[in-house]
């Protein structure tokens, strides 16, 4: 109420002080008006003052009670709060946290996993510094499970953390390649199963009808004979054919899970070297190429053996048509791999074919069945590596160059 009485005063000083100048100058009052002019100049001066003194009284000034520190935590928590992959922390004592909302969401906790499942507890034990990754199956909230790929890495203690888990969501990758996987068996199934059981259903036929036509004196007996012969070596060989097919694909299915033990790589050449010779010392001359130094490595050596001695056969296959017969086999290690090269001087694969070749029974030279390269290809992969056919340079002694990376 005080600051509206003031200010109404002096909105009527400045109001009087117009109206009573000019009529005071018009009569010859100058002094006069002259001093009413200035009355309603320190009225208005009084006016914007007070105006001033209200504007800034009514603005706050509150200075920030959040440290840069804690203003950067608060931002990293939104960050991570946003992510879709649940992520969990390790603490120095052990416990595990839930680091996101989804995590808090996957495991209905908010903050401490007081029960955490097993499968976490394992993978810290084992390894806590590699950047491995495992499949795992996790049920949600609404009893809805789906599979996980577990990525474990080491925090360093920084912070009090000692690992870091993240959850990626691979439910849907899976699915879709469990899908494209069983059309594509569903489809050599049954490519290979119709191309032994038609020849042998039509012949089979035709075996019967000359059973029936024995009677007709108009046909020759030996004549008869002798095609009935043909046809039952013909259905024989396409069973046998069939038989092969079916145990080839028991082979694959049944690939146990390789017993990784720390092996030397060296010892493990040797031994190849002498299971090759054995069979093509007379016909291929195989080089080995070794790294200097033992070589240590984690491997499952009967697996490991039973791949490696499949492509050394597959490059003597290859090479038998060259007037001077050659493969090699070499080992080289860098900082972070191991990489073992099969090679062989035979007439080169069409890079065209570069992933069908390791197809199941798929096959491109005669006689072949497409198990060995598939087989090979799975065990390199079920320890953690890679086999690939690189592309040869033209000007190189080798046609043919298969890579395995350790």
Known sequence: MRAAFETLLRLSGIVAACLLSAPMWSRGFYATSLLFVCLGVLCAASLVAAQVRITQRLKRHEPSI??????????????LDHAPVPLLIQQVDGTLHAANRAARRLFMTDGVLRE??????????????????????LSSKDGASRVYALSVGKGGGVGGIVAYLALTDVEAGLNAAEAQALRDLLQVLSHEIMNSLTPIVSLSATVEDLFAEQTDLKKNQDEIEAQILEALSTIRHRAEGLDRFVRGYRELARLPEPSLKLTDLGALVREIAKLFNARWAASVTLDVVMSPGRIMA????????QALVNLLNNGAEAALGQS??????????????????????????????????????????????????PLARQIIQGHGGNLVLKSSDERSYWATTFEVRL
Request: zero cysteines; a positive charge.
């Open 324 to 373: 001077v017969a050659r493969v090699q086999l070499s080992v080289e290690v860098t900082n972070d791999a191991i990489f073992i090269s099969i090679r062989d001087n035979g007439s080169g694969i069409d890079m065209a074919l570069r992933e069908r070749i390791f197809e199941p029974f798929v096959s491109f030279k005669p006689g072949g069945n497409g198990i060995g390269l």
């Open 116 to 137: 955490p499942p097993t499968f976490l507890i394992d993978a810290l034990k084992n390894d806590t510094s590699a950047a491995g990754k495992r499949l795992i199956r």
């Open 66 to 79: 959040v440290r840069p520190l804690d203003r950067e935590k608060l931002r990293n928590r939104a960050l």
């Open 298 to 305: 984690r491997l499952d050596a009967v697996q490991m053996e």
